[in-house]
């Protein structure tokens, strides 16, 4: 029998996959939220890697997202908002880390 | 719970408890679905019941509509060959999806009756579903329907509009239409 990887990120890589087929038929918005939702499936499966460090920044984004997504449905305004709050967060984060490590 | 209460009261859930779909229930489930009407009452439409966590899993890797975390799903399929041969190629690109629809809600349905949630999931990955489901080539997995226990801390619900409601001509409106 042949060895079976255990590797956490296989998850969101698989989403990724099926998701980069379903994004040519599907409408733009839909495309995000895939996007999104496979952020939150990395967010998870990288809490799962060896050695992996708590990431509380990166915790409290899957939090927001899994409590957020849904709005994609109902609100299209109130999900490219939230969308926009979400990235200038990260945006911050990103610059904090990267001038964290000169 | 009376009709008119069930209609209100359904809606998708994504949020779900980690409680098991008992296999009474999923039986009641696939029975409210095939007692939607068939154009033709062509016998072509295809349950599978999926609730072995690890093919769950599967689905919810390559479907990337299945968002949720339910721990059972209902595939609804097509037997293709059927449908050709009794509808034609009508019934089999537009009719069997609108037969494939009024299954899923009367499963959506019947899971609000049960205390139940549901979920609908439809994508462009079709070949990945036949692969895990093993399906043979003439049978088209149309939809899955999510189904599970709610979770304490449900999904927000979407606010549906009524439609324009229109008396015997477009432009008409037919007076204190409204639920």
Redesign the interface.
């Known amino acids: 029998m042949s060895e079976t990887p255990d590797n956490p990120l296989f998850?969101p890589l698989?989403?990724l996959v099926?998701?980069a087929?379903?994004?040519?038929?599907?409408p733009i918005l839909?495309a995000a939220?895939?996007m999104i939702?496979a952020v939150s499936r990395t967010v998870e499966a990288a809490a799962e890697l060896p050695n992996a460090a708590p990431d509380p920044f990166l915790a409290e984004a899957k939090r927001r997202i899994d409590a957020e997504?849904?709005?994609v449905?109902?609100?299209r305004e109130h999900f490219v908002a939230w969308l926009d709050g979400l990235l200038i967060d990260f945006a911050n984060e990103a610059k904090r880390r990267n001038l964290a490590r000169r | 719970m009376e009709f008119f209460e069930v209609v209100a009261r359904r809606r998708?859930h994504?949020h779900f408890s980690a409680e098991p779909v008992s296999h009474e229930d999923l039986r009641r489930l696939v029975w409210a679905g095939s007692r939607a009407p068939q154009a033709g009452n062509a016998p072509v439409r295809r349950f599978i019941v999926v609730d072995d966590p690890a093919i769950v899993?599967t689905l919810?890797?390559?479907?990337?509509?299945f968002?949720s975390n339910a721990p059972a799903v209902i595939a609804i399929c097509t037997d293709l060959d059927q449908i050709a041969r009794l509808m034609g190629s009508r019934g089999r690109d537009l009719v069997s999806l609108i037969d494939v629809g009024t299954a899923a809600e009367n499963i959506a349905l019947a899971a609000t009756a049960l205390g139940l949630g549901a979920c609908f999931s439809q994508?462009?990955?079709a070949p990945?579903l036949s692969a895990v489901l093993e399906l043979p080539d003439h049978v088209r997995p149309d939809m899955l329907v999510a189904v599970g226990h709610i979770a304490a801390t449900p999904?927000?619900?979407?606010?549906m509009k009524l439609p324009p409601i229109d008396l015997n001509r477009f432009g008409e409106p037919l007076e204190g239409a409204g639920a």
């Not at chain 1, 087929?21 to 599907?26: E, F, K, N």
């Not at chain 2, 919810?60 to 509509?65: C, E, F, K, T, Y």
């Open positions: 998850d698989v989403y099926a998701s087929r379903d994004c040519l038929d599907g839909y939220l895939r939702e997504k849904d709005s449905m109902a609100d | 998708m994504r899993r919810r890797q390559v479907m990337p509509s968002i994508s462009s990955t990945a999904s927000m619900p979407v606010r």
